[in-house]
């Protein structure tokens, strides 16, 4: 292959030559990419503003310490019922009216937290705003899977997930300085549904059609609801991608939530510097989360993850066991290199999560992965707290033996992901070969659910005859 993104010649699975496939974004694909992680950007925002308004909102509302926590976990939970029961139905409908449903869905109940009056209402707007964000999160993932081939999925993914850096570094912050102008906590809530409502507007407007890969006669389109369920949910394949992902969560949601009690607590920083720490992991992953992506489509995403993935261990292990009284910028490199290499190994780890359901199965698949996903923080969530003691003065008790466990779960999924497999015809989506072709390929997917170049505003160069073009179908088809 070679570098800085010039076409290189690949050998396909099937053993085809694969001449010029490109590692860089084109134009069409990256406005795509940008209009998706607007999505991401919202959604997480959406998330995360809500803990530290929390504070505010039980002062406004008269809230109880239990209803602020219903009110922080409702967003999770609905994510994982809705995740589990769009598993159902997620494949059925055009990809791209399907997220403006879903983000429509998002937009009106990120509206009702702005207007709920009580604490019924902000507990409705926060399920609305869960399930239908939860959701809509997955079908970007979809998108990419089906709308950019192997050699730019890693990259492309690096640019998605970036929305997560942004949203801690530019999307919280923020929101609570909105929250200060204007003395409300509901004013957060009100400028993110105005912004979601010029997202919902660009995704009209830039995504171009996706219809729902279909398969012909494939026996398996006449599955009933539940055989179809139960075929997402217990393929082998499947079933080590929803292990892999609980794996990767439960290593790092076993010590996040008690992470920053930990870090005053236990380490002695000041309450006021847990800002640094969000503000520097967001800015050196939104640095080298892209970078991750190229350099996993390049060397490999496995090879990629397995180094990422097994140094994550050693951050987990070195801020687990912080002393105390230790300099600010020595916790914030701890802090700032494990938000990096962990988010990093995400890039390549939902590359290959995405692939490993068939086209036709993978939006319910990313649905059913969604609610793994969301399962996986509480149960990670809990185990933690019951490993974790408390003296009186609040130090944390047991930290290094949770972070012996994160370590530890950490280094298995190094292992799981050579169990991974990509499913039949889950490669590709968009033409990643520049082969001649006199004429251009159909405008519809074919049986495949492979999208052409037309589709994603790109047009194929001029040339040699159709058996060029059936020749390009053909190395597709193996991608």
Same mark, same amino acid.
């Given at each position: 292959?070679?570098?800085? %993104?010039?076409?290189?010649?690949?050998?396909?699975?099937?053993? *085809?030559?694969?001449r010029?496939?490109?590692?860089?974004?084109?134009?069409?694909?990256?406005? /795509?990419?940008?209009?998706?992680?607007?999505? +991401?950007?919202?959604?997480?925002?959406?998330?995360?503003?809500?803990?530290?308004?929390?504070?505010?909102?039980?002062?406004?509302?008269?809230?109880? /310490?239990?209803?602020?926590?219903?009110i922080?976990?409702? $967003?999770?939970?609905?994510?994982?019922?809705?995740?589990?029961?769009?598993?159902?139905v997620?494949?059925?409908?055009?990809?791209?009216?399907?997220?403006?449903?879903? $983000?429509t869905?998002?937009?009106?109940?990120?509206?009702?937290?702005?207007?709920?009056?009580?604490?019924?209402?902000?507990?409705?707007?926060?399920?609305?705003?869960?399930?239908?964000?939860?959701?809509?999160?997955?079908?970007?993932?979809?998108?990419?899977?089906?709308?950019?081939?192997?050699?730019?999925?890693?990259?492309?993914?690096g640019?998605?997930?970036s929305?997560?850096?942004?949203?801690?570094?530019?999307?919280?912050?923020?929101?609570?300085?909105?929250?200060?102008?204007?003395?409300?906590?509901?004013?957060?809530?009100?400028?993110?549904?105005?912004?979601?409502?010029?997202?919902?507007?660009?995704? +009209?407007?830039?995504?171009?059609?996706?219809?729902?890969?279909?398969?012909?006669?494939?026996?398996?389109?006449?599955?009933?609801?539940?055989?179809?369920?139960? #075929?997402?949910?217990?393929?082998?394949?499947?079933?080590?991608?929803? *292990?892999?992902?609980?794996?990767?969560?439960m290593?790092?949601?076993?010590?996040?939530?008690?992470?920053?009690?930990f /870090?005053?607590?236990?380490?002695?920083?000041?309450?006021?510097?847990?800002?640094?720490?969000?503000?520097? %992991?967001?800015?050196?992953?939104?640095?080298?989360?892209?970078?991750?992506?190229?350099?996993?489509?390049?060397? %490999?995403?496995?090879?990629?993850?397995?180094? /990422?993935? &097994?140094?994550?261990?050693?951050?987990?292990?070195?801020? =687990?066991?912080?002393?105390?009284?230790?300099?600010?910028?020595?916790?914030?490199?701890?802090?700032?290199?494990?938000?990096?290499?962990?988010? &990093?190994?995400?890039?390549?780890?939902?590359?290959?999560? =995405?692939?490993?359901?068939?086209?036709?199965?993978?939006?319910?698949?990313?649905?059913?992965?969604?609610?793994? +996903? +969301?399962?996986?923080?509480?149960?990670?969530?809990?185990?933690?707290?019951?490993?974790?003691?408390? #003296?009186?003065?609040?130090?944390?008790? &047991?930290?290094?033996?949770?972070?012996?466990?994160?370590?530890?779960?950490?280094?298995?999924?190094?292992?799981?992901?050579g169990?991974?497999? #990509?499913?039949?015809?889950?490669?590709?989506?968009?033409v990643?070969?520049?082969?001649?072709?006199?004429?251009?390929?159909?405008?519809?997917?074919?049986?495949?659910?492979?999208?052409?170049?037309?589709?994603?505003?790109?047009?194929?160069p001029?040339?040699?005859?159709?058996a060029?073009?059936?020749?390009?179908?053909?190395?597709?088809?193996?991608l």
């Amino acid at each position: 292959m070679m570098d800085g %993104g010039e076409p290189a010649t690949e050998i396909s699975p099937s053993g *085809l030559d694969v001449r010029n496939v490109s590692f860089r974004l084109t134009w069409p694909e990256t406005r /795509l990419l940008l209009v998706l992680a607007a999505v +991401q950007f919202t959604h997480v925002v959406d998330f995360m503003i809500i803990m530290p308004l929390g504070p505010r909102m039980k002062g406004s509302l008269n809230l109880n /310490l239990e209803e602020v926590s219903n009110i922080v976990a409702a $967003y999770a939970v609905a994510a994982a019922v809705a995740g589990l029961l769009a598993a159902f139905v997620m494949d059925r409908f055009d990809r791209k009216r399907l997220l403006l449903a879903l $983000y429509t869905g998002f937009t009106v109940g990120t509206g009702l937290c702005a207007l709920a009056p009580n604490y019924h209402m902000l507990l409705l707007g926060r399920v609305v705003a869960g399930a239908f964000g939860g959701v809509g999160a997955s079908a970007t993932l979809v998108i990419v899977g089906d709308a950019f081939p192997d050699s730019r999925r890693g990259a492309a993914m690096g640019v998605l997930m970036s929305a997560f850096s942004v949203a801690s570094i530019v999307g919280v912050p923020a929101g609570i300085l909105i929250a200060d102008v204007f003395g409300y906590w509901e004013a957060p809530f009100a400028v993110l549904a105005g912004v979601a409502v010029l997202v919902l507007a660009a995704i +009209q407007l830039v995504l171009p059609p996706l219809p729902r890969p279909t398969s012909g006669a494939h026996p398996a389109d006449a599955l009933s609801v539940a055989s179809r369920f139960l #075929t997402i949910l217990l393929r082998p394949g499947h079933l080590l991608a929803y *292990l892999f992902m609980t794996g990767l969560v439960m290593s790092s949601f076993i010590i996040w939530p008690t992470l920053p009690i930990f /870090l005053v607590k236990n380490v002695g920083i000041d309450d006021s510097s847990l800002k640094y720490v969000y503000l520097c %992991g967001g800015v050196a992953t939104l640095l080298t989360l892209t970078w991750f992506g190229r350099l996993a489509d390049r060397l %490999g995403k496995r090879l990629i993850f397995r180094v /990422l993935g &097994g140094f994550t261990a050693v951050p987990l292990l070195l801020i =687990t066991n912080l002393p105390h009284g230790l300099a600010l910028p020595l916790v914030l490199g701890a802090t700032t290199l494990l938000m990096t290499v962990s988010s &990093g190994r995400m890039v390549p780890a939902m590359a290959l999560i =995405t692939v490993s359901a068939e086209p036709r199965f993978r939006g319910s698949f990313m649905s059913m992965n969604s609610a793994v +996903q +969301q399962t996986a923080m509480a149960l990670a969530a809990v185990i933690g707290g019951h490993m974790i003691g408390e #003296t009186a003065t609040g130090v944390l008790t &047991g930290y290094p033996l949770v972070g012996c466990v994160a370590a530890g779960v950490s280094l298995l999924t190094v292992f799981i992901v050579g169990l991974l497999r #990509t499913a039949p015809l889950g490669g590709a989506a968009v033409v990643a070969v520049e082969l001649p072709a006199e004429m251009p390929l159909p405008e519809n997917p074919g049986e495949e659910g492979i999208y052409t170049p037309e589709m994603m505003g790109m047009t194929m160069p001029k040339a040699a005859p159709r058996a060029a073009a059936r020749e390009s179908s053909e190395i597709r088809r193996s991608l």
